[in-house]
């Protein structure tokens, strides 16, 4: 069974289980209740002991039946759940006579139980709507007939037919026709996009209008929306740290609860002379109100529901360590290409020297350059192609990194790159080249490449990034969210990062660098201001992504390598999700902690209620769900929670 296969069909699994639960936890909790008013009527009416005995257990097991195969099944696997504090409170009631009280205990229990499960589910939907996402079926082109055929079934290289109104069933690349697609669902995106020949298509997204071929570039295993439900669905179960912590002192905290209530139960009695029955009792109590159960329950609550809101949002964290960690940051550095400017570079000046033409400039550089993967090498490639000259491939190539590239033809060979390229290989910049260089880089005219081929220097070639309109305000969403220090990265010249800098109110800049360099730089920062996050397009500058506290991709819809490395991908090109994502990890932290410290609190408070003034078990129960329903609700509000 393919991934996506296996993810959706234990989700409906997992549903449909969760659906047979959802009436008869229910139902059982009425029982409960039934049972209850019918033992208060038996006790009105004088009914005999064995009938009101037979009603007792009856509303013992129908209320506990839940707790109870809880309780069996983290016996199984070593481990004490809070539940078993419950239970054995109840049973302790019973033990002294007390039936009603336990079976109060066990109602408000069970039916706190049913609450959280009903809305806990609301953050598990974000699973179940990304599943219903994706069609079943696909019609394909086969031999120039259309076929229907399950989406298991069709293979990278198969054409597809998409209609208006259609699910796009599989990654792939439009081959004829166009339309405008409503990518919300995954990118957070509202705006539809317009897609034409040549342009990719995510599975998922929706076709509004327009008839298209599309070719399959991914099968349905391997599709963008297949990774990002495994990743929410591998999210929800990573926990972050304060929820690891929590549940390994669920634990321990059970395990003292008994034994100091035992030791309670034992020790009072003949040092204070209090009656065994009575003494029991408030065991029992103690027992209840001493159960952490809002505590263990605070933190998932809050996390769950903000990985299901930034996952609607378009924003993916890959589990709640990286959503707490991300609250920590201080400070974020970006790399400049793709994230503050759009990453189209474009050619902005071909400056021969003299006795060179520009054509020939441009065709060196075009062949030079032709086998290079880089941005600026493809937008050179595009100005050559509009100016009407089409290069041959080099006889060989190499690309220097973070210097420029060298290439060979006809035995000679050229160079284009940045000032250090030439120096690395030993040679010296005419002056008048460095000159226009230095005016050139003054002005902030983007990369300046320098090309020479063979003996002759034939000139300058400068391209240009542009920065995004919006990229100013955007990072002052960021300070507002709390950030503190921005820095830029970028392997740019200094005077053009610096002018960049200046119009963007960036706080450092560091330019000229090499990708080891990012890394250095990634590690000092973190050393001088503490946890620091890094922004890139999750596919270069990887190793600094790594170092970083937090990593961010963005814009990555579609990208394998950013679903693959970073810890947070933003799934739309913009900035500004960069802000939301910070403001969502710090209040969702604000909200962890007053979770935390209001369950606290409470237990806190019912526990030497109990062993002062006392607290009738039936108080005690009330008090501790209502805790435990108040810390789940207040999770809930980061579903509703926006940018």
């Avoid at 198969?158 to 339309?179: N, Q």
């Avoid at 003054?442 to 070639?461: F, N, P, Q, S």
């Avoid at 090499?514 to 596919?539: C, F, H, N, Q, S």
Wanted: charged share 20%; glycine share 8%; net charge negative.
């Amino acid at each position: 069974m393919s991934t996506y296969s296996q993810i959706r069909t234990e989700a409906r699994t997992a549903w449909s289980f969760k659906l047979s639960d959802s009436w008869l936890e229910p139902l059982f909790v009425v029982l409960t209740l039934l049972g209850i008013g019918v033992d208060l009527l038996l006790v009105q009416i004088g009914a005999t002991d064995a009938l009101q005995l037979t009603v007792h257990l009856f509303t013992y097991v129908v209320g506990g039946y839940y707790a109870v195969r809880s309780i069996i099944a983290a016996l199984r696997e070593r481990t004490i759940e809070v539940d078993l504090l419950m239970v054995l409170a109840a049973m302790g009631a019973a033990y002294v006579n007390a039936w009603t009280e336990g079976a109060i205990l066990l109602f408000l229990f069970s039916l706190s139980n049913v609450l959280q499960n009903y809305a806990m589910e609301r953050t598990r939907k974000a699973i179940s709507a990304l599943l219903e996402l994706r069609p079943d079926t696909v019609t394909a082109r086969r031999d120039e007939t259309l076929v229907e055929l399950p989406v298991e079934e069709v293979q990278p290289g198969e054409v597809v037919v998409l209609r208006p109104g259609d699910r796009v069933p599989l990654d792939g690349t439009i081959l004829r026709g166009s339309g405008n697609f409503d990518e919300s669902a995954l990118t957070g995106e509202s705006m539809p996009v317009q897609k034409s020949e040549g342009m990719l298509v995510l599975a998922g997204t929706l076709n509004q209008n327009g008839a298209l071929d599309v070719l399959v570039t991914k099968s349905a295993n391997e599709s963008t929306l297949a990774r990002i439900i495994g990743m929410v669905s591998e999210a929800q179960a990573r926990k972050a740290r304060t929820q690891s912590f929590l549940d390994r002192f669920e634990q321990w905290y059970a395990l003292g609860v008994i034994v100091a209530v035992a030791l309670f139960i034992a020790i009072v009695p003949p040092l204070f002379g209090v009656r065994f029955a009575d003494n029991f009792y408030n065991g029992m109590v103690l027992l209840t109100v001493a159960s952490p159960c809002a505590l263990v329950i605070s933190v998932p609550a809050a996390l769950l529901s903000a990985i299901a809101n930034a996952a609607r949002h378009g924003v993916l964290f890959k589990g709640g360590a990286h959503l707490e960690e991300l609250s920590r940051v201080k400070v974020i550095a970006f790399d400049k290409t793709g994230t503050l400017t759009h990453a189209r570079p474009e050619v902005t000046d071909v400056l021969p020297r003299p006795g060179v033409s520009a054509a020939e400039l441009l065709a060196a550089v075009a062949r030079a350059e032709m086998q290079s993967e880089h941005p600026i090498a493809r937008a050179i490639l595009v100005y050559a192609e509009e100016q009407g000259v089409q290069p041959e491939e080099p006889e060989q190539f190499e690309a220097v990194t973070g210097m420029g590239v060298r290439a060979s033809w006809h035995g000679v060979e050229t160079l284009v790159g940045a000032p250090r390229l030439f120096s690395h290989l030993g040679l010296t910049l005419p002056d008048e080249l460095q000159a226009e260089f230095d005016r050139l880089g003054d002005e902030g005219r983007g990369t300046v490449l320098l090309v020479r081929r063979g003996a002759l220097w034939l000139g300058i070639v400068t391209v240009m990034d542009r920065e995004r309109p919006d990229a100013a305000e955007k990072l002052l969403e960021l300070r507002k969210a709390g950030i503190e220090r921005i820095v830029m990265l970028t392997g740019d010249n200094a005077r053009v990062a610096e002018a960049l800098g200046r119009r963007l109110g960036i706080d450092e800049v560091y330019a000229g660098l090499l990708p080891e360099d990012k890394l250095r730089i990634i590690g000092e920062l973190g050393a001088k201001y503490g946890p620091t996050a890094m922004v890139g397009d999750g596919i270069n500058d990887a190793p600094a992504l790594a170092a970083a506290s937090s990593s961010i991709a963005m814009g990555a819809a579609g990208t394998d390598a950013a679903l693959e490395t970073a810890d947070i991908v933003l799934m739309r090109d913009d900035l500004g999700a960069i802000a939301y994502a910070v403001g969502l990890s710090k209040h969702t932290q604000r909200v962890v902690w007053q979770n935390i410290i209001f369950s606290l609190s409470v237990v806190l408070v019912l526990v030497v209620l109990t062993l002062t003034v006392g607290v009738k078990l039936p108080m005690g129960v009330v008090g501790h769900e209502g805790s435990t329903i108040l810390v789940v609700l207040n999770g809930l509000r980061l579903l509703v929670r926006r940018g």
